[in-house]
């Protein structure tokens, strides 16, 4: 059974930093695309921040600069640092494994990210 564990969410004040991880079992990592979502209150789920195997990245244009995604397939881990951060990006923080050949795919059950100002 697939699972994708998201921790490292909390609360933290404008300007500070935060280090979400995302720890998937049940399958191999090395096979997948991973990525970070992320929903807001009201407002519909966004990428975030996308890393293919072996290491390509991109991210989304509010992101960009303040925010890193990196993968470890040996741990089975994939990591987003986020730095600078600001209220606007509270939100609850999604892991999301997509397969490089099929459909599939799998999410985790989110991890919430507050930024007080």
């Known amino acids: 059974q697939v699972q994708l564990l998201e921790s490292g969410g909390g609360l933290v004040p404008a300007g500070g930093s935060l280090r979400l991880s995302c720890a998937a079992s049940g399958l191999r990592l090395s096979m997948y695309d991973m990525a970070w979502y992320r929903q807001a209150p009201g407002k519909e789920r966004e990428l975030v921040a996308r890393?293919?195997?072996?290491?390509?990245?991109n991210y989304a244009d509010a992101v960009k600069g303040r925010f890193t995604i990196s993968r470890d397939n040996a741990k089975a881990t994939v990591a987003l640092q986020m730095n600078s951060l600001s209220p606007d990006d509270t939100a609850v923080y999604y892991c999301r494994a997509t397969a490089r050949m099929g459909r599939s795919n799998y999410w985790g059950q989110g991890t919430q990210v507050t930024v007080s100002s």
């Open positions: 890393i293919s195997n072996p290491g390509a990245t």
